[in-house]
């Protein structure tokens, strides 16, 4: 199956502690990209990578971060900085700049 | 950065009604794509249309790059075709980096 597998569907996050959220996409893509949805609301960037080992801040970066070891994964983690987590977070990739981006299922993230 | 305005914010129709929905942007930009979010938080590509006119089935779309504003058409519509619609834009800088930036959405529902 090609595409983007986000893991897992649901989490739940204690008070400060950190969780870690899964993307994997077997496109072949160079660009991956992290969106966060709150109800009623469209997306916001939160980080993304065009190349492997290399990653930028998107609009709302504070607490969280990302790696990129590989080119078919590209974690997030939630940190405990991040004083309001619960929303529904996307992953994203594409071929590069200007192409399409392709989502993930997504994971519904709340707070215990 | 770029601001996308969609509208209406939300849409009622009858099964077999055609709609027209509007998203307006602010500058210029390299990309454009509209999706359907599904109820279950799915976003499913429905065009990647950053000039010109294209057409899928029912749905079809057209952007007017130099007006700055694209136009997503549903003909026929059926109760499946509910949900969130975007738009989302993309401008590449001089880094060839690149942020797609979402609009707040049009709920639309199709009642049968």
């Known amino acids: 199956d090609g595409g983007i597998t986000q893991s897992p569907k649901y989490l739940f996050r204690k008070e400060g502690q950190n969780v870690t959220l899964s993307c994997e996409q077997n496109?072949?893509?160079?660009?991956m990209y992290w969106y966060r949805q709150d109800p009623g609301q469209g997306l916001r960037l939160i980080y993304y990578s065009q190349i492997v080992n290399d990653f930028q801040k998107g609009d709302i970066a504070e607490g969280y971060s990302v790696s990129r070891e590989k080119k078919e994964s590209f974690p997030l983690t939630v940190t405990s900085a991040q004083k309001n987590p619960t929303a529904f977070y996307l992953c994203a990739s594409s071929r590069g700049p200007g192409n399409i981006q392709y989502f993930g299922a997504g994971t519904r993230l709340s707070v215990l | 950065g770029i601001q996308v305005e969609q509208s209406p914010p939300d849409l009622i129709l009858q099964e077999g009604a055609n709609s027209t929905l509007r998203c307006n942007f602010s500058?210029?930009?390299?990309?454009l794509q509209w999706f359907h979010q599904n109820p279950w938080g799915q976003l499913i590509n429905l065009f990647y249309i950053p000039s010109g006119t294209k057409q899928n089935g029912r749905l079809s779309a057209t952007t007017v790059a130099t007006e700055r504003y694209s136009l997503l058409y549903i003909s026929s519509s059926q109760t499946t075709d509910s949900g969130v619609y975007f738009c989302a834009v993309e401008k590449v800088d001089t880094g060839a980096n690149s942020k797609l930036t979402f609009g707040k959405g049009i709920t639309l529902s199709v009642r049968p």
């Open positions: 496109l072949n893509h160079d660009a």
């Open positions: 500058d210029s930009v390299n990309n």
